[in-house]
């Protein structure tokens, strides 16, 4: 028998059976991880399964390469406080969505599910879409696909940079980028250093993170962007009332 112990963030639970579920978790040092809870469909256990929940895991298995079996203890219920705000709601949603699906199984990415973590506590703070879309670059990064947005890649000044090459990941300055910029995908000032903190920031950040998901992570498995991802994306692209 292989048992280990873990921190996690739950991504998704999906029934199994009758009575039990098959948790998806982010966990610290085993990458995301699946397990079967028994049991989990009670009306007891159900609520300990949202998305965004932070867990105390054990994980058990005859065989290191088994789906295995959860005991978890809630430590803290983040889920439970964005239910009545739509825009937190729809975040906590795409992060599990693009975590789950964007992550390779088994992998440990440390790096994220420290960046999950911070994540979570700031849905409770003014500055969360922007703490979502870091988390996406940060993602992007750990998967080998980073975007450079400390300097110009047409060699114009750093402290002007206002877009960013859909081909290559590196930002552009706005005089560099006159001739060129219809091709080019903005940049929110508050990647960059300055204090921007408005829909519209949030809808070009979101906007630009998704380009790069699509064209590294989902495009070349034929897979487009998680719904709940693109409700996120819709949501900040609508006008104001």
């Known amino acids: 028998m292989i048992k280990w112990s873990d921190e996690a963030f739950v991504l998704s639970a999906k029934s ?4 039990s579920l098959i948790l998806q978790l982010l966990t610290r040092d085993h990458g995301r991880h699946a397990g079967l809870v028994r049991g989990g469909q009670s009306s007891r256990q159900r609520a300990l399964y949202q998305s965004g929940n932070h867990l105390a895991v054990e994980w058990s298995a005859r065989l290191a390469d088994y789906l295995g079996s959860y ?6 219920s983040h889920a439970a406080g964005v239910l009545d705000d739509r825009e937190r709601l729809l975040a906590l949603s795409a992060v599990a969505a693009v975590a789950e699906s964007a992550l390779p199984e088994r992998e440990v990415h440390a790096g994220c599910y420290h960046a999950f973590a911070v994540l979570m506590e700031a849905l409770e703070g003014p500055h969360w879409a922007e703490v979502y879309i870091r988390w ?10 980073g975007l450079d947005l400390t300097s110009c890649a047409g060699g114009g000044a750093a402290d002007d940079l206002a877009y960013v090459s859909p081909k290559t990941g590196r930002a552009v300055s706005r005089a560099a980028a006159a001739p060129y910029i219809e091709r080019l995908l903005p940049l929110p000032g508050f990647l960059v250093g300055r204090t921007e903190n408005d829909p519209q920031a949030i809808g070009q950040g979101l906007t630009l993170t998704a380009h790069f998901l699509a064209r590294h992570v989902y495009h070349p498995q034929d897979r487009p962007l998680p719904d709940a991802r693109q409700r996120l994306s819709e949501h900040f692209s609508q006008p104001a009332p």
């Open 16 to 19: 199994h059976g009758e009575s």
């Open 71 to 76: 005991r978890c203890e809630l430590q803290e």
């Open 136 to 145: 996406e670059l940060g993602l992007l990064s750990e998967l080998g696909f």
